[in-house]
């Protein structure tokens, strides 16, 4: 017990009720009471019980009783072997069985699967930051250089003029999604190889050609929806910066997904086809993996374009008041909604309700 690194051995000798006090007061990590052998264990020469007393509550206590339960299980381990060999017991005799493993996967599905876990939760974040700054100087940034008002004035309409720049952030996301998957697939293998190569196990690092048109078609879907989103919150901001503030939270909840997708088991059901971003990266995962089920992808896109509909639904909406069109509405598009939509049907139900 003397060897255990990181850990200094009192060589004071205290009452127990004392030692326990000064553990509950932080004072010492752990106590450990030697006690002798009870019923059978009696017969062995040299057994003894060991009882162990520590302050879960405190992190130096927990880490040294863990120091000291592995230092135990060493030494005990220790004291059977030599035991054994006393008693003329060999070493398989004494291991009385083994277990083996075998890994039906071959190395192109255990590839498959590791850029499955990983490619779509950088996907769904390099989607978001392609759509974010272009998103905000689309709308924000035009304001802030005094350029809107001359684009308003040219021959083409308005809704004209937001479907271009809603396309031109688009592309943007959609290029820095599949440009991020396609940079990851091939440094994972320069990453991945050495760091496997040790432990004996081999990888085939590659993207599946069946799966790639779907990959194409969750950047397109993903970009589609982000980018929507993001220009419906930013096109009430006045200037680059405040555009920012009023995106991140969007920008925080499309993000938001990336913590379940660390889930091996979790499968693309119906009900995640369902949930925008979600379904998106799911999808992803699949195809990377080399599976197409196409109940849950028609199911996702028939959402995201649901999704994205309503977007532009809501921004052609509001595109009829000149003042958010020329950015002289102070607030954000909740101020926008209970200011426009909620007062004006509160109004017209009190106005019927006279009638």
């Not at 220790?78 to 398989?92: C, D, P, R």
């Not at 071959?106 to 499955?116: H, V, W």
């Not at 693309?268 to 196409?294: D, E, H, K, T, Y």
């Not at 009829?320 to 598009?333: Q, Y």
Request: aromatic letters at 8%.
């Amino acid at each position: 017990l003397e060897q255990i690194e990181h850990v200094r051995l009192l060589d004071q000798v205290m009452p127990e009720e004392d030692a326990l006090a000064a553990v509950l007061n932080g004072d010492i990590d752990v106590v450990l009471v030697f006690v002798p052998p009870e019923e059978e264990a009696t017969a062995l020469v040299d057994n003894f019980g060991v009882r162990l007393t520590y302050n879960a509550s405190r992190e130096r206590s927990d880490v040294a009783h863990n120091r000291m339960v592995a230092a135990l299980d060493r030494y005990r381990a220790a004291w059977l072997k030599l035991e054994a060999h006393q008693l003329g017991i060999t070493s398989s005799e004494w291991q009385l069985f083994e277990i083996e493993t075998r890994n039906t996967a071959s190395s192109k599905q255990m590839g498959a699967f590791i850029l499955g876990m990983m490619l779509p939760m950088f996907f769904m974040i390099m989607v978001a930051i392609g759509c974010f700054n272009p998103a905000v100087d689309a709308t924000a940034g035009e304001r802030e250089r005094s350029t809107w008002e001359t684009l308003m004035s040219v021959a083409a309409s308005r809704m004209s003029i937001v479907v271009s720049k809603y396309l031109y952030v688009t592309t943007f996301g959609c290029m820095a999604g599949l440009l991020n998957l396609a940079a990851m697939s091939i440094s994972m293998r320069a990453i991945l190889a050495p760091l496997l190569g040790r432990s004996g196990e081999a990888l085939v690092i590659s993207m599946p050609l069946a799966g790639l048109p779907i990959m194409a078609l969750g950047a397109v879907l993903l970009a589609g929806f982000i980018s929507a989103g993001m220009m419906l919150f930013a096109s009430f901001a006045r200037t680059f910066k405040e555009g920012q503030s009023m995106i991140t939270p969007f920008y925080m909840l499309t993000i938001l997904p990336v913590t379940i997708l660390g889930q091996p088991d979790l499968e693309f059901s119906a009900l995640l086809a369902v949930i925008p971003v979600v379904n998106v990266a799911m999808m992803v995962r699949q195809a990377i993996m080399g599976s197409c089920p196409w109940d849950k992808i028609l199911i996702t896109v028939g959402m995201s374009g649901v999704c994205i509909t309503a977007c532009m639904v809501a921004a052609s909406f509001i595109l009829r008041f000149e003042d958010v069109v020329m950015g002289s509405f102070h607030g954000s598009f909740v101020a926008f909604l209970k200011e426009r939509v909620f007062k004006s049907r509160s109004a017209r139900h009190r106005l019927e309700g006279t009638r």
